[in-house]
Structures are given as C-alpha cells and as structure tokens.
Nanobody, 115 residues
Framework: QVQLVESGGGLVQPGGSLRLSCAAS????????MGWYRQAPGKQRELVARIGSGGTTTYADSVKDRFSISRDNAKNTVYLQINSLKPEDTAVYYC?????????WGQGTQVTVSS
C-alpha cells in the first residue's frame, strides 16, 4: 500500500532553515509527481511546492524564493528545503501524491517558527 512518511520538522528561530524529507513506498515513485502541502492552525491546507516526475517544479508565490523541492528517485524520497523561515511558515507540513485517482497523505511533520 502507499505510504508517505515525513520527517525533519521542528522548532526553529526566524531566519533559520530546515530540510523536510518524505520517504515513499508502495508505488512506482520515479514516475509520479509529488507535492508538499501545509496547514496552519485555523487555515485550509495549501500547496507549497510540487515536483513532477521529470523534475519540473512549481511553488506557491508566498514561498518561491525561500523553498526548494527536490527528489531522489534512488531513495524514493522527496525533500523540501526551507530557508529564511518566518513565523507565518508555522504549520504542519504534509507530503502528497495521487495514485490511481486517490489522494495519499503522510502523517505530517510540525514546523514551528518562533523566537
């Protein structure tokens, strides 16, 4: 079955950096697009970055100069490098893929930006 397991979140000061990882299994990772979403308290879940099977990337306008999504097909892992963190980046970050018409999500990893 499809499994997505995120890691790498934590508490960081404004201006800091984190690298989130999502280990995927149960499907042919290399041929599927992957995405990172986030959900802040009281807000809807939003797409922050997406990477296609060929490596094409797209970003939300609010993060495009600070976030970088990448993938390692040999490790079945997608990454999200987050730089210049701001308090408004505080959220649970989720890994996402769509397989056979169904949405799959990881359990999420908490990112908290606070001094």
């Amino acid at each position: 079955q499809v499994q997505l397991v995120e890691s790498g979140g934590g508490l960081v000061q404004p201006g800091g950096s984190l690298r989130l990882s999502c280990a995927a299994s149960g499907f042919m990772f290399s041929i599927k697009a992957m995405g990172w979403y986030r959900q802040a308290p009281g807000k809807q879940r939003e797409l922050v970055a997406r990477i296609g099977s060929g490596g094409t990337t797209t970003y939300a306008d609010s993060v495009k100069d600070r976030f970088s999504i990448s993938r390692d097909n040999a490790k079945n892992t997608v990454y999200l490098q987050i730089n210049s963190l701001k308090p408004e980046d505080t959220a649970v970050y989720y890994c996402y893929t769509n397989q056979w018409g169904s949405d799959y999500w990881g359990q999420g990893t908490q990112v908290t930006v606070s001094s």
